[in-house]
């Protein structure tokens, strides 16, 4: 493999977006990752700068051998900017953990490596010294299984893990512990929320070893109607039933938010068609906006297009805003840092021009040109049928 | 920002759940604490893992005033984590501290997991050294096998080559 160190973060680590996957309408993303640390060295709370830099290097000559990742990048996190940090946060490639606090320094040694011509990586010295991940788009739970698992095959066979015969591998949280692998669905429930069925769901899951986040992971709030489905065990089941557990009760989440929709459908009609082209409107046409009203909105409209009360935008064009338009890729785009104002009136611009490039029947938002959003909407609702 | 919202409900507390409804045939927006949005039936993601951890660290912390396992007071024999360091942390120190803490962790694995004992992948070590055909040749079937499976040809391809020119060169 070629590691190439310091290259621009660009477009990297979205080539699920292209992937419609099975669902996808439903199902925005899929994600599975494993908790590894290398044996002989303390786990993070415990280690020094000088192993961390061990753990780094040895990591990195592992990978130079890969024939797994054929071509990717290596980043150590102190050779990005606060904002490319950022980015790679917002795109769901880092936790916060790895990037540190927003003012202050990344953790010594802390790193990511990522494919060139997938979402497939490694997050070095995190809470624990290696995390791999694969990231797919749509219900692809065994692919992103078994791209992680042959990372995983080749990565162990060169270093070595940590690993007891009771307890499995190691890891920093025994809540990680037995298999490290974190299986989880981004699943968009308005239909369930809307019927106000979501609770009885989340209790439903709850029971049967699986848990929810909001968008961003532990600890965040519901955004946009998306929540994130995992396991919560790790130890005492085998890799693959832990996935095809996830797996099937997706699946019947999935069934219960189509039964919810139809229902939404039935009940209220009108009611359903007016908020979806409201939301769509107001996209359309806003000035400024904060990212939490655009994800509840962008709900609508996706709620919208499943259910055919619209016919554009496209699912790829909504996913492709609700990355693009987070903050630090706002700021990105303008080349500095932008206060909630500065960034509500950028994202408004940008939702409007993607919107009407998708109306038009363009390719997308790829580069999207960003102004400071006196651009005249020509022709409202054109191109809509 | 609906960080800086006061909850609708006792406009006292914080708003961290935004719940959308529909009441009388009109949709609508609340912004609630998370007490309020459990009365109204909508729980806020309390991590369940919370609350056997809690458990487990009052034990250790217990267990660290007055040690019932020889070495818990000293904490573990490698890295020197004690007790009361998993109790401000909730991470272990390295490797040796699962066997040191063997068993005090199973009551907390028990309780997490519903299990201690693992029956996933089992790490064979650094076995697979560029000679070692065997145990290559067999994970590229394994994987053949899955590829085959989820119908993932391309990927069913290049493992098949792979195989093949592992088996031609031995």
Known sequence: MTLQTGSPVEERGLQWLDDEGPDYEIVLSTRVRLARNLQGQPFSVRCGAEAREQILEMSREALEASDVLDQASFWPMTELDPIDRAVLLERHLVSRELIGPPEGDPPQGAALVLAEDRTLGLMLNEEDHVRLQALVGGLQLERAWGEVDALDDEFGARLPYAFHHEFGFLTSCPTNVGSGLRASVLVHLPGLVLTKEINRVLDGISQVGLTFRGLYGEGSEVIGNFFQISNQTTLGKTEEDLVEHLDKIVRRVIEYEKQARAVLLREAPSVLEDKVWRAYGILRHARAISFDEMMNLLSGVRLGLTLKLLHTPRVETLNRIMIRAQTAHLARSARRRLDDSDADVFRASLVREALEADAQGRAGNDDLPIDSGDKRDDGVDGGLS | ?170
Not at chain 2, 87 to 108: D, E, N, V
Not at chain 2, 134 to 144: D, G, I
């Open chain 2, 1 to 170: 920002m609906t960080s800086e919202m006061r909850c609708e409900n006792c406009g006292e507390r914080e708003a961290e759940i935004q719940l959308t409804h529909i009441e009388g045939g009109e949709m609508a927006t609340s912004h609630l604490c998370s007490e309020c949005a459990s009365e109204k039936g909508l729980s806020a993601a309390i991590p369940p893992e919370a609350a056997p951890l809690a458990d487990f660290l009052a034990e250790i912390g217990e267990q660290g005033a007055e040690p019932a396992l020889s070495g818990a007071d000293e904490g573990c024999s490698y890295c020197g984590t004690r007790p009361q360091d998993f109790r401000k942390t909730g991470r272990l120190g390295c490797s040796h501290c699962y066997p040191h803490y063997a068993p005090q962790l199973r009551g907390l694995l028990r309780r997490v997991h519903g299990a201690t004992q693992h029956v996933g992948k089992i790490y064979l070590g650094q076995t697979l050294e560029e000679g070692d055909v065997t145990v290559r040749v067999a994970t590229l079937r394994r994987r053949l096998e899955r590829a085959v499976e989820i119908e993932d040809f391309e990927a069913a391809a290049s493992l098949r080559d792979q195989i093949h020119d592992l088996t031609v060169v031995e």
